[in-house]
């Protein structure tokens, strides 16, 4: 299974030798992380501006099976239909398996005791990156 984790974006304004500007981005796990690489952006004179904000990833190996054991990535009947819902957490894959008379439906990540997640609103993927405002 997947879960939601925040990591953080960096992007710097980086002009070696004051040259031609171009924008690095990276991403970081930790706030131990962020702290380095601004002080790092802070240290270096190539560095003009920089500015970072959290994004929220999924980590993880997606399940490949359903809960009573079919597997997601058969042939083209029983291959898994995939959707995605929007949840206050950050949204879950939705996995309905096609096996005949399965009907099973698995969400990932697990959705925790206060996810309410809304499957009328669900489109193919995962909202890519995601950054949400500092
Ligand atoms: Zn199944
Ligand atoms: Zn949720």
Redesign the pocket.
Known sequence: MQEWRTRWQVNLDWRPGRGVGQVVEKRVDSVGELRDAVREARANPDVLRFRYAPVRELVGEPPHT?R?G?TYDGGSFTRVRLDWAVCSCGGHMVYR?K?PD?G?VRLDPEPAIDCLPSTGTMGKTPPEGNPERP
Request: net charge neutral; glycine share 0%.
């Open positions: 359903c009573r079919h398996c096996w399965c099973d």
